[in-house]
């Protein structure tokens, strides 16, 4: 009987970390490397994982990349890129709940979390509008426009229609600056 190839004992002691220690217990690296042992089991992962760290600068650099990025990359492919993608949006629904389930001026740091979460890892410029009831729960979170990687066009008129057509209280504007991917701007707006 021939031996196993040595990354399966590997696999079990990943999940077995996992398992014992929480995703704690791994670096961004093994982490990447579980994912991808669920969409690939009969490959070796980590030299896949590591690559995909050095390529997209960080785990959440990975997380955010395109799908076509991700699918296109040597050792991915659609099913993993879909994976991966699935991850971040998890991870976005649930940054989402938190915000979504408190009062937003109360939780500036659960705000701020979520927006970094969602916009900080673009390649483009972002507009977003964070729009609140009078009770400063979130009503939506809808993005106004999509620029370059320098620049985005906002029509403060557009925003005042949306506002006024969802009842809204109050706006809060959100900004990324891609070439400073954690620079976030946030702008406070009441519409009484």
Known sequence: MPDKPDHLGHRHRLRDRFLTGGGGALADYELLELLLIQVQPRRDTKP????????????????????????????????????????????????RQEVMNSEVIGSWTKLIDYCRAKMAQSRVEEFHCLFLDSKNMLIADEAQATGTVNHVAVYPREIVKRALELGASAIIMVHNHPTQPIWITLNHASTH
């Open 48 to 95: 896949t994982a590591k690559a995909l760290l050095k390529r997209f600068g960080s785990f959440a650099g990975v997380l955010s990349a395109s799908a076509r990025d991700l699918a296109a990359f040597q050792g991915m492919g659609d099913a993993s890129a879909v994976a991966l993608k699935c991850v971040q949006e998890a991870a976005l629904r649930m940054s």
